[in-house]
């Protein structure tokens, strides 16, 4: 049984300590693992770790939403402060264009930690033209998006609608919601126009009932399976640092969801991420 773990960082300094060993117990799974960065130095880390590993390792680059201004990220597992940066056009341009990068991610909207000492509207606009930025480039080097997406909490389609608005204003439907966390609803708006569907850990909480619809709604042809480590360990680990390992447990909860075998998740989700990215 092969797994891809489609959205994880092997790139952050979570693991700087043991990455070799974290690298090798994936490896030996026989699995393979796309490297997310979030701003240009984890993006250029998951570029180095692809030529190291070719074949295995892959990467995607963008500046994530929540570094486009320092704020603390209280996480469970490794609380951090963001460090600010800047959406360097012509840099990103050309990290895309390094062997092994596969999309342009994870770039999106981030409603959910609107810092305090910023106006939101503002805020709110910056996020949505460096957005916009990263749908071009991708548009540009052919390659497809790895959406990034966190509502407020008391309005949890809102953020998913608007990064909709500007995927649709820009014609551009080549992408995965990556850790999905919206209704129902906003599921289906995404999969009417062709997006993919991706889910982590969290499907694995036991508050996560309206999520496991989504996932009995998702075609299993629409969706792939991630961890996004470090972060949203499955209950299993809960707390703990996650590792692209535990992806088959993300595999394993969407099976029984749909009453379907795990190696046919495994399988399906493989052979959707190697068509999505191009993978070979
Ligand atoms: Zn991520």
Do not use: W
């Not at 693991?15 to 699995?31: E, S």
């Amino acid at each position: 049984m092969e797994l891809i773990d489609t959205h994880c960082h092997l790139n952050f300094n979570a693991y700087k300590d043991d990455i070799d060993q974290v690298v090798k117990r994936t490896l030996d799974a026989g699995m393979r693992v796309i490297n997310v960065g979030s701003q240009s130095t984890t993006s250029q880390r998951a570029i180095d770790m692809a030529a190291q590993y070719p074949g295995k390792m892959f990467a995607a680059v963008a500046l994530h939403p929540i570094h486009l201004h320092t704020m603390h990220v209280d996480e469970v597992e490794i609380p951090f402060t963001t460090r600010e940066e800047e959406f360097d056009e012509k840099l990103y341009d050309k990290l895309a264009q390094k062997p092994g990068v596969v999309a342009i991610g994870e770039c999106g909207l981030d409603y959910f930690r609107i810092p305090g000492d910023i106006d939101e509207a503002e805020y709110i606009k910056k996020q949505k033209d460096v957005f916009l930025k990263h749908v071009e480039l991708a548009q540009r080097r052919s390659l497809p998006l790895i959406l990034h997406c966190r509502s407020m909490k008391d309005d949890p389609e809102r953020a998913y609608l608007e990064m909709l608005e500007v995927l649709q204003h820009a014609n551009y439907s080549r992408g995965v919601v990556h850790c999905y966390g919206s209704t129902l609803n906003v599921a289906k708006k995404f999969l009417d126009v062709g997006f993919m569907i991706s889910f982590t850990g969290i499907i694995t909480f036991p508050n996560a009932k309206e999520l496991v619809e989504v996932v009995k709604f998702v075609p299993l042809d629409r969706m792939m399976v991630e961890t996004d480590a470090p972060y949203l360990a499955p209950q299993q680990f809960r707390g703990k640092r996650n590792e692209p390992l535990y992806v088959k447990y993300v595999a394993e909860k969407v099976a029984e969801t749909k009453s379907v075998q795990l190696e046919d998740v495994a399988r399906q989700t493989t052979e959707n991420a190697e068509k999505f990215f191009g993978l070979q």
